[in-house]
């Protein structure tokens, strides 16, 4: 009320958290039809908090639900850890092997139902979310072993006192990236540095690591439907989940190319693009071949942003993990970076750019990048 014809008004707001003093953050908003899903993290729960808001035509919002998936705490600013496919909420979270109790009985992850009563309110007991037979044995060697879950939550049949998910949960390494398709979720699984023997030795200015220089990863493919998981070993790091994308045939991956051999943090990047078909996923991982991998030109900067479109995937960098406007003297000083367009069916055929700015962001707009 109060807006003339032809202007924005709020119709409604609601308050996503339950209790002002609740220790708690706030991270993604997912919308599918008329649900909202907000995801944080309740330190006082030790979980993911999941709260579902059903929206009106006239966009009135009403609180439908909160649960409770226990996690270690997930958020990493590159990554995401929630995805609404169709009615399903799909929902990343780790447990850290690390601070488990060898001595102490195990307390399985739980998924829970934040209750309102009359006086006051509760969290309901909880069913287990995955036990010992939804956990398969992990494919690669690492010192800090941890339990990723992916969980697969219906959001229109929830009733009662739990929260009806199914999970399948995975042992592997820390450095990981989720990505998720309308078919199916993506875990990256990556040999993090304490796994790997860098040497100490800078690396030559020129120094190109080759196939067999990158250190060994592992990528998962579990389907939404009831499927088991599925993999194959990789090489390379994908910087964050803008650096992977899967069509109805092929998965393909910009990767940071990282030497295991020398340390080459005072050089800039080198990168691999990776296009394999689905088809190479199996329940008897096979490594994918050195073939698959094409070169694609590197950047001078250490860090860097990338995002794919259809037909290309574009990459550009920057000095360092910030950045603001330039002021006068940075201009006299020439502020530029790199941009590269790789075309995903000729990667030979990439075009590198120039901008008069740092690349701090790159999103898509139809089939281009801003």
């Not at 990767?255 to 990047?269: F, K």
């Not at 942003?305 to 006299?332: L, Q």
């Not at 750019?353 to 790159?362: C, G, Q």
Request: hydrophobic share 40%.
């Amino acid at each position: 009320t109060g807006a003339a014809a032809g202007e924005m008004r709020l119709a409604d707001r609601a308050n996503v958290y339950r209790d002002p003093a609740s220790d708690a953050w706030y991270d993604e908003m997912v919308v599918h039809d008329d649900r909202i899903v907000v995801l944080g993290y309740s330190y006082d729960q030790e979980a993911s908090e999941i709260a579902v808001f059903k929206i009106s035509p006239a966009g009135a919002i009403e609180h439908q639900a909160t649960y409770f998936i226990s996690a270690d705490d997930y958020y990493d600013g590159d990554n995401y850890a929630t995805r609404l496919v169709g009615g399903d909420l799909v929902v990343y979270t780790p447990l850290y092997l690390s601070d488990i109790d060898p001595d102490a009985p195990l307390k399985w992850p739980l998924a829970r139902r934040w209750i309102e009563e009359e006086g006051g309110s509760r969290v309901s007991p909880g069913v287990d979310l995955y036990g010992a037979r939804d956990i398969y044995k992990p494919i690669q060697r690492t010192i800090d072993p941890v339990v990723h879950a992916v969980s697969v939550c219906p959001l229109t049949t929830q009733s009662g006192s739990g929260f009806d998910c199914r999970t399948r949960a995975l042992v592997g390494p820390d450095s990981r990236e989720f990505y998720v398709s309308g078919r199916d979720v993506y875990l990256w699984l990556s040999a993090p540095y304490e796994d790997v023997m860098v040497g100490e030795t800078p690396c030559a200015a020129d120094f190109a690591p080759g196939f067999e220089d990158s250190a060994p990863g592992a990528l998962f493919r579990l389907p939404l439907k009831r499927v088991a998981p599925m993999a194959v070993r990789t090489r390379g790091y994908p910087k964050n989940q803008f650096a992977l994308d899967a069509t109805a045939t092929h998965f393909r991956a910009l990767l940071d190319w990282v030497s295991a051999g020398c340390d080459d943090t005072q050089i800039g990047r080198s990168f691999s693009f990776l296009n394999f078909p689905l088809s190479s996923f199996s329940t008897s991982p096979r490594i994918v071949g050195e073939g698959r991998y094409a070169p694609v030109p590197g950047l001078a900067q250490r860090h860097y942003e990338n995002r794919f479109t259809d037909d290309y995937v574009v990459y550009g960098g920057r000095a360092s993990w910030g950045t603001y406007a330039p002021d006068e003297s940075e201009h006299e000083a020439g502020l530029s970076a790199e941009v590269v367009a790789v075309p995903t069916g000729a990667p030979k055929k990439a075009v590198r750019l120039s901008l008069p700015h740092n690349v701090i962001r790159a999103e898509r707009a139809g089939d281009d990048i801003v």
